[in-house]
């Protein structure tokens, strides 16, 4: 009854983030399907669906972030760790922009909010995989998220472009995560009035958080590479000569042409 209770709190949350210039991307995440009788065998490649708790659950933590960071940014402005994420460059966003145009939409990129509007534009009516594919292109417009120390950035350079939010940190995973137990520390001590705890300077702590950026990155490598070879051994052995299944042409170039397996991306 109480998780009943928050999802529509979390939708309100949701809509006013959204309000504000949260982006709406498409990321598909593939659950492979292992044979019953051989588990070396792959059964299937499935388009993992997010249930409406999940939803839920993810707006609560991003709002529980988004406090703790404006707490530690409060108390301790040059020497707290957040998470920020830089707004996309227009050569990264070039790919997207020309796709956009072949469909006669237009691609804005003057601030998130606009950006956001533009991609809810992005709609054929007589073909759904439009949108899909653009906000599928769109993710790889953007720049990554990164870890921080605030001493290093202005206040506007602190904000989350994505999550459309001033100030945004790691909190809620410390048992995965060594950022959110960190925050966790400075969030004790930032409670604390008297006997606050010693925090590592600026340099230290940016030191630490280049660290985590390339470990997070390493992880994030690790995992598309996983997909990738799953993908591949699903095709070796269940189309050893050819699949036919339905994609769509989003990109002609020199060398060939750019596809999207909309079943398998």
Sequence with gaps: QAVHSLVPIASVLKDRRFQQGGVELEGIEIKVHFGDRDQNEIDDLIPKEGLRVHETVAECMIFANHWVAKRLWESFPTNSLLRYHPPPNRANA??????????????????????????????DKNDPSVNMIIRSMAVFAMKPADYVCTGTLTPEELAHYGLGLDFYTHFTSPIRRYADVMVHRQLLSAMCVENKLSLPPCNELQHLCDHMNKQHNTAKFA???????????????????????????????????????????
């Design 223 to 265: 995992q598309m590479a996983s997909t990738e070879l799953y993908q591949c051994l699903y095709f070796a052995q269940k189309h050893r000569d050819r699949c036919l299944c339905e994609a769509v042409i989003y990109d002609v170039r020199a060398y060939g042409v750019m596809v999207m397996v909309p079943r398998h991306t």
């Design 94 to 123: 070039a790919s997207l922009t020309k796709l956009a145009a072949s469909k006669g939409f237009v691609i804005d990129l003057s601030s998130n909010k606009s950006f956001a509007d533009s991609l809810d534009k992005c709609v």
